[in-house]
């Protein structure tokens, strides 16, 4: 069964700093690894996602990396603002996402 | 992308009652999921809704505890039946579009059991 770890489990950082959180996984036999959002009472929302045959998706300040053979993905964020401050989850998987705990993401303006 | 309407956002209920939590997405879609996603835990997945037959339950979940219905492509039911405080959690329903490995996720409703 994959399991899915992130770390850390919650962090603060000065706005305007660059932060990259990590994803491990146990399975490299993953189809896919995306990245989540989560704030409170507003569900998750899809951030990025990288398909098992490529290495690294970028949207905007947004960077995520995958690499299988290490079992590690990690999402870059650029120049934090306030509003990054949420849970961010990895998940691996196709249908089925096995997720992990989360990075709670403080940025302190 | 999908817009999902989760009801209710949250309730409160008692021990040994049911509850049916309803997800409606705004476009037809291929896959319909329930997860939950207890407190301090990461999500786990409970079951894949199939259309017109019955779900797909995962390891340690079954149908008489949450029994799901997916009458068509854009709706589905999940009911917490004989509940207890343990299953105070957060469930969330997802859905994936053809074509797409994206998934998108309902607000999620908050269930407390007293």
């Known amino acids: 069964k994959q399991e899915v770890t992130q770390i850390p489990a919650a962090l603060s950082v000065p706005e305007g700093e660059n932060l990259v959180l990590n994803c491990s996984f146990t399975?490299?036999?993953?189809?896919?690894l995306q990245w989540f959002r989560q704030d409170p009472g507003k569900g998750l929302t899809s951030l990025l996602l990288?398909?098992?045959?490529?290495r690294e998706q970028t949207s905007g300040r947004l960077n995520a990396s995958l690499d299988k053979s290490s079992g590690r993905s990690t999402l870059y964020i650029a120049a934090s603002q306030p509003g990054d401050s949420a849970t961010y989850l990895c998940?691996?998987?196709?249908?089925?996402?096995?997720f992990g705990t989360g990075t709670r993401l403080t940025v302190i303006p | 992308s999908a817009v999902i309407s989760q009801k209710p956002s949250r309730d409160i209920c008692q021990r040994g009652t049911s509850l049916t939590i309803q997800c409606q997405v705004d476009?037809?879609?291929?896959?319909m999921f329930w997860y939950r996603q207890q407190p301090g835990q990461s999500l786990t997945l409970i079951a894949t809704?199939?259309?017109?037959?019955?779900?797909?339950?995962e390891s340690g979940f079954v149908i008489d505890k949450f029994p799901i219905s997916r009458p068509n492509l854009t709706f589905s039911t999940l009911t917490v039946s004989n509940m207890s405080p343990e299953d105070s959690s957060i469930y969330l329903c997802?859905?994936?579009?053809?074509?797409?490995?994206?998934?998108?996720f309902g607000a999620g409703t908050r269930l407390s059991v007293l």
């Open positions: 399975d490299s036999a993953i189809y896919n």
């Open positions: 809704a199939n259309q017109g037959s019955e779900a797909t339950y």
């Open positions: 990288i398909q098992s045959s490529q």
């Open positions: 476009s037809q879609v291929t896959m």
């Open positions: 998940a691996a998987g196709a249908n089925n996402l096995f």
């Open positions: 997802s859905v994936l579009k053809g074509g797409s490995y994206i998934q998108y």
